[in-house]
């Protein structure tokens, strides 16, 4: 179970990186949220759903990073699995906690809540 949780992860964060929205359309769940106050200037405490996310995606105004992925926790707790990743780049570094659930077969992810804990940032504070 685990390593399906680690391979949609991965998946959803590579498919970030390379704006590869049709992975994101398929691996992100219906119910999707996005909680990115650090991230994002004027968006400090607002979720955005999944197809808000994808508009930015599309824009250009988020993904487009090469990341370097380590897991720092994952816990599988029947249908819900929560897992802690640090995210590198370059420029920034971040934690960010993804929410997964899984429906039939398929690990989903359903919340991602990314904050920035060091780096240059110009939306950094």
Not at 14 to 42: F, Q
Not at 50 to 65: A, E, F, M
Request: glycine fraction near 8%.
């Amino acid at each position: 179970e685990k390593n399906e949780v680690i391979e949609s992860v991965v998946q959803f964060i590579k498919s970030g990186d390379c704006l590869d929205i049709a992975t994101l359309e398929r691996i992100i769940h219906t119910d999707y949220k996005n909680l990115s106050g650090s991230l994002l200037p004027g968006n400090l405490t607002r979720g955005m759903n999944k197809s808000t996310y994808l508009q930015l995606v599309k824009s250009g105004k988020t993904g487009n990073d090469k990341r370097k992925v380590t897991f720092l926790k994952i816990e599988v707790n029947g249908n819900v699995a929560f897992s802690k990743v640090l995210l590198e780049t370059q420029w920034k570094r971040m934690v960010s906690l993804i929410i997964l659930v899984r429906e039939q077969t398929y690990w989903y992810i359903i919340g991602s809540y990314p904050d920035i804990i060091l780096g240059n940032s110009p939306y950094h504070h």
